[in-house]
């Protein structure tokens, strides 16, 4: 005789709480974390693509890159920026994506505190151009402590990839 209980597995109602809330909804806050990590690459993205040349010198600005690797990297950048965005609104790859979203970031907030440590009055043209600033204007602390705030939609995305409206699912099942 079957048993009515529910079965142990995904389907299983889960205990209450916080930890039951994520368990319930965790494919939903993944997809959450997903979009809004895409909207961060595609604005980032977007306000570069225009101007490639001035990305290029925002580049050169922050004096961290050899002068060889400014301006494939200036216009690269942007594209490498979008096709994340594009991929986590696909779904596609998502662990690996947040994961190299997570390093980018990182990358990100080093150079901008090397900027602070180094003296160089700059602004960091994330979502858009940057360029020299009188000292003083500089806006360090709050572009680190947005960066480090993109971090958590990523850092959950390693955690947690499988999602709602994943194409990667779709395609392949549950992420490795």
């Not at 003083?136 to 709050?142: A, D, K, M």
């Amino acid at each position: 005789m079957a048993s009515k209980a529910p079965a142990k597995g995904k389907d299983a109602p889960t205990s209450g709480g916080i930890r039951g809330f994520m368990d319930t909804y965790q494919q939903w806050i993944s997809l959450g974390m997903r979009l809004l990590l895409a909207a961060m690459w595609l604005f980032y993205s977007l306000g570069k693509l225009g101007s490639p040349e001035s990305n290029a010198q925002s580049v050169r600005d922050f004096k961290i890159l050899p002068e060889s690797l400014v301006t494939p990297f200036g216009y690269a950048q942007p594209y490498f920026e979008m096709a994340l965005g594009i991929l986590l609104i696909l779904g596609l790859g998502t662990r690996l994506v947040a994961i190299f979203s997570a390093l980018l970031l990182l990358v990100y907030i080093g150079g901008i505190i090397s900027l602070g440590a180094r003296g160089i009055a700059i602004s960091c043209g994330c979502g858009g151009s940057g360029g020299l600033v009188p000292k003083g204007h500089t806006r360090y602390t709050l572009d680190v402590l947005r960066d480090l705030l993109y971090m958590v939609p990523a850092a959950w995305l390693i955690w947690k990839p499988t999602s709602k409206l994943s194409l990667e699912r779709a395609l392949l099942g549950d992420p490795i």
